[in-house]
Nanobody
Framework: VQLQASRGGLVQAGDFLRLSCVTS????????MGWFRQAPGKEREFVAA????????YYSDSVEGRFTISRYNALNTVYLQMNSLKPEDTAVYYC????????????????WGQGTLVTVSS
């Protein structure tokens, strides 16, 4: 499945930003979806994941309470609402799709978007 993420951007600390990711297939509802990020000089890390139905969501400790992942299966789209952004949220964000049951491990996701840069200034 091909994934196309929306453009990120430059925001100030405390601002909000919403990322979206559209998939190419009509079987979107069969994929668990996730967001990951990679900051400069760091390894890729898990951010958030959502089950196929959208009934369950998972977050990293660093974004819990500030970020919200959601999906709209009718539009083949997953979203990441990012509130109260911090400079340490600066990273390239990737959406990813996993066939079947959801995971928080990047290695379990078979399809990845191209990545979009989010920069948070202090």
């Amino acid at each position: 499945v091909q994934l196309q993420a929306s453009r990120g951007g430059l925001v100030q600390a405390g601002d909000f930003l919403r990322l979206s990711c559209v998939t190419s297939r009509g079987t979107f509802s069969r994929y668990g979806m996730g967001w990951f990020r990679q900051a400069p000089g760091k390894e890729r890390e898990f951010v958030a994941a959502i089950t196929r139905s959208g009934g369950n969501t998972y977050y990293s400790d660093s974004v819990e309470g500030r970020f919200t992942i959601s999906r709209y299966n009718a539009l083949n789209t997953v979203y990441l609402q990012m509130n109260s952004l911090k400079p340490e949220d600066t990273a390239v964000y990737y959406c990813a799709a996993q066939w079947g049951a959801i995971s928080t491990r990047g290695a379990d996701f078979g399809s990845w978007g191209q990545g979009t840069l989010v920069t948070v200034s202090s």
